[in-house]
């Protein structure tokens, strides 16, 4: 896509808002040429401050998208577009939420490969941190998890000081969100370890920025 986009330039392209973002987020944007189609996140038309923000948010998940590719239910990125704007591989789906109350009695082997997935992403250095919000999981129709928005997420070198020392605190954050979903959706999904957990954890993220 991404050579595709810069080898026709100068021909039109179908481009079309999905979603404006509002005064300090991305426009969500579809990008379609001939057969090739992507999703553009972009702050061009935002004010100096944010586009300044934008372009250190583009970065970050352009970042994390790299590490991650490869990984069933993660977008591919196709690069950025210019240097406030991020292209990436449309991921269809509903929300978790949606999905449950559709396929209630399917919940249990998606919530395994929503774990599987969040550890995979873990195992690669990457902690999400803001999947507790439910437009960042979307289930496809075979149950398949795919997680999506990695601006605010975090990449560490696994020699580094930061996988010793935050990491474990932000793996914490991304699994317990997926409590929080299995216990809102699918109660009965929970162990007595993770029940406790959760309560834990419901208590701790009151004293915790990222809810």
């Not at 481009?15 to 509002?22: D, P, Y």
């Not at 061009?44 to 239910?73: I, N, T, Y």
């Amino acid at each position: 896509m991404a050579e595709t986009l810069e080898a026709t330039a100068a021909n039109p392209l179908s481009i079309q808002v999905i979603r404006h973002g509002g005064w300090a987020k991305p426009d969500i944007k579809s990008v379609v040429y001939g057969d090739d189609r992507a999703i553009l996140k972009d702050f061009s038309d935002k004010s100096w401050p944010v586009r300044l923000l934008g372009r250190h948010q583009v970065r970050r998940e352009m970042r994390a998208l790299r590490r991650l590719q490869g990984l069933v239910g993660i977008p591919r990125c196709y690069g950025e577009a210019g240097s406030v704007g991020i292209l990436m591989e449309p991921m269809e789906g509903e929300r978790i939420t949606r999905w449950c109350r559709a396929k209630r009695a399917e919940a249990g082997p998606m919530f395994k490969r929503l774990a599987d997935l969040i550890a995979q992403i873990h195992a690669r250095g990457v902690a999400h941190i803001d999947l507790r919000k439910r437009d960042n999981i979307l289930i496809t129709p075979d149950g398949g998890p795919c997680i999506i928005d990695f601006n605010a997420s975090f990449c560490f070198d696994p020699a580094g000081l930061g996988a010793r020392m935050l990491f474990p605190i932000l793996r914490r954050i991304d699994d317990s969100a997926l409590l929080k979903w299995k216990s809102r959706l699918a109660p009965e999904l929970l162990t007595r370890q993770e029940a406790a957990r959760h309560r834990f954890m419901s208590r701790l993220r009151r004293l915790w920025i990222f809810n």
